[in-house]
């Protein structure tokens, strides 16, 4: 695609009028599929209630929406290619904004996830098309300048999400949450119609339609595998049995079909990069570690603390205000010591990780609050010099396949780790509750106390019951603790993979 040249200045001044029509309308677009992302996670405790949901089930709200984003990420490029930036772009957006509607008015789980699953199909091209579109309508002395300001705004959607998704479900119910997004997507769909009036040219574009089919059979059977396992007892269930078969003869199709094809849907060529192989397993543990405690905290701090929709989006809100603290230093750092920042970044979010792990039934807010801002801090210091690194020596040629796999093995990693999380979450808390109900007897001398006796009377049925209640919160309180200790403990086995990859090269090879 053509733009018209831009204007020789620097800063700001160097930004025109049609310039700044594009960025504002990328910046809103990014930032209202940033909160479609977080804002689910607030009102995950209302929607467990109201659906009447087990906490794996919930998950599904937000795993099914993170695998229909990987999924649909990868078709960005052709989509954009076939039907011109415009038209996509504007479609992405009204999509969103309907189905965020949607999930409103949704009357069941299964439709909700449904729904989900649209926000994501839908909002994934945003993202990517968004970043293209400002890098070719900017001349690159001003893609420093632009690409701080884009991420800015990013962070803007994760952070507001929670935090306005929280105060309005508090004021209404859980459904006000999604209904937020539409009079912006409305804004924003206009926007894009208006700012990319001249960006419509179409290619012809072949598509590779079994390497795509296989590839999403293999996530989407191997995300059904995790999610449902645990409840159907793994491959004792003919479900769980046929869903690993699926996966892996998909898989083995599409790596198959990747090797011999004369146009496959994705170049594995580019996994003989050194720098690119090393950079897709640490971007795999940054999508691992990205989403998690934003699924977990909220259950943690509803059902085992009693804390309102409005408290615990602005203790998440600590997150997001770690991400912006990073972008104080960022650009410095990636620029001079890029290994170092991203070993930092995963070393802070393993520290939080542990501190998480270390919290009891009695946590206090600004625990809660520092504990996700040091995690925000190290997933956003870790992010930008981990994208320099993985393709600082990759060919040109195969930057867009480099891109797709990149962003596909992030979604992925978010959707894979947050079932993990929910799976040793659940199984914990049963183990824990049961090892705890054996002290419960006439011979424990503990439970004579006269601190305990007026609370927890076992001679009375509401005693037994006020025990059972006290017995599972701390059951469940284990099981978030090693959630946290997983999670610390992924973060801080890859801080040495840092080190392994290659500096940035003064050049890039054609």
Not at 50 to 70: D, R
Not at 266 to 281: A, C, E, H, K, Y
Request: hydrophobic content about 55%; some cysteine; charged content about 10%.
């Amino acid at each position: 695609m053509s733009f018209a040249p831009a204007p020789v200045a620097s800063g700001f001044r160097g930004i025109s009028p049609r310039q700044w029509l594009i960025l504002i309308m990328v910046q809103l677009a990014t930032m209202l599929n940033g909160m479609t992302i977080t804002l689910a996670n607030v009102v995950l405790p209302q929607i467990k209630g109201a659906m009447s949901a087990s906490p794996e089930q919930i998950a599904w709200v937000v795993t099914f929406n993170l695998v229909a984003t990987a999924v649909a990420t990868l078709l960005t490029g052709w989509l954009a290619r076939r039907f011109g930036w415009r038209n996509v772009m504007f479609v992405a957006v009204i999509g969103l904004t309907v189905f965020s509607f949607l999930c409103g008015i949704a009357q069941s789980l299964e439709a909700l996830v449904l729904f989900r699953v649209g926000q994501g199909l839908f909002g994934a091209p945003i993202m990517p098309m968004g970043q293209a579109i400002l890098l070719a309508t900017f001349p690159r002395h001003l893609h420093p300048l632009v690409m701080m300001m884009w991420g800015i705004g990013g962070v803007i959607g994760p952070v507001s999400g929670p935090v306005l998704g929280s105060i309005i479900s508090e004021a209404t119910n859980w459904r006000g949450a999604f209904f937020m997004v539409v009079p912006p997507g409305m804004v924003a769909a206009a926007m894009v119609w208006m700012a990319l009036r001249d960006h419509t040219e179409r290619a012809a574009a072949s598509f590779d339609w079994t390497g795509f089919v296989a590839l999403s059979l293999a996530i989407g059977a191997t995300q059904l595998m995790l999610d449902r396992g645990h409840r159907l007892d793994w491959f004792d269930s003919p479900e769980i049995a046929i869903e690993a078969v699926i996966a892996v003869v998909a898989f083995w199709v599409f790596i198959a079909h990747s090797l011999t094809a004369e146009r496959p849907f994705l170049d594995l060529g580019v996994l003989l990069d050194r720098n690119f192989s090393i950079g897709l397993v640490l971007v795999f543990v940054l999508g691992m570690l990205s989403f998690t405690p934003m699924v977990l905290f909220p259950g943690l701090l509803h059902d085992l603390r009693g804390y309102p929709d409005a408290a615990i989006g602005m203790l998440l809100a600590g997150r997001g205000f770690g991400n912006w603290a990073c972008f104080l230093i960022i650009v410095p750092m990636t620029k001079y010591y890029p290994r170092l920042t991203v070993a930092i970044g995963l070393a802070a979010q393993a520290i939080s990780g542990f501190a998480m792990a270390k919290l009891d039934i009695n946590m206090t807010q600004s625990l809660v609050f520092w504990t996700n801002f040091v995690q925000g801090f190290g997933f956003g210091l870790a992010f930008t010099p981990l994208s320099v690194l993985t393709f600082a020596t990759l060919p040109v040629r195969q930057m867009t396949e480099g891109m797709a796999i990149y962003h596909l093995v992030r979604n992925f990693g978010s959707s894979i780790f947050i079932s993990l999380s929910i799976l040793l979450l659940v199984r914990s808390s049963a183990a824990n509750y049961a090892g705890l109900t054996e002290v419960v007897s006439h011979f424990n001398k503990t439970l004579a106390l006269p601190e305990a006796v007026g609370l927890w009377n076992t001679a009375t049925p509401r005693g037994l019951m006020a025990l059972a209640g006290e017995i599972q919160r701390q059951s469940a309180m284990i099981g978030y603790i090693n959630a946290f200790y997983l999670f610390a403990i992924t973060a801080a086995l890859a801080v040495p993979l840092a080190w392994m990859m290659r500096a940035p090269a003064a050049s890039r090879p054609a």
